[in-house]
């Protein structure tokens, strides 16, 4: 598990800031898209984006 987390670490240091910001709102502080939308000043469907698009990137990252 600690492994896990090292590399999930590393991934989110290469991911776009936007992106890792999307992903701590709604993951580490549990917000749902809406607050984070409202948070960051963008559409609650462009949260949605980035964080798919964020997760998509995580997944490529940490298989490496």
């Known amino acids: 598990l600690a492994d896990e987390r090292l590399t999930i670490a590393a991934a989110c240091r290469r991911l776009p800031t936007i992106e890792r910001q999307v992903l701590y709102l709604r993951f580490a502080e549990d917000m749902s898209q809406?607050?984070?939308?409202?948070?960051?000043?963008?559409?609650?469907?462009?949260?949605?984006?980035?964080?798919?698009?964020?997760?998509?990137?995580?997944r490529e990252l940490a298989a490496d």
């Open 34 to 58: 809406s607050a984070v939308a409202a948070r960051i000043g963008v559409s609650q469907m462009q949260v949605s984006r980035l964080e798919r698009t964020a997760l998509g990137a995580l």
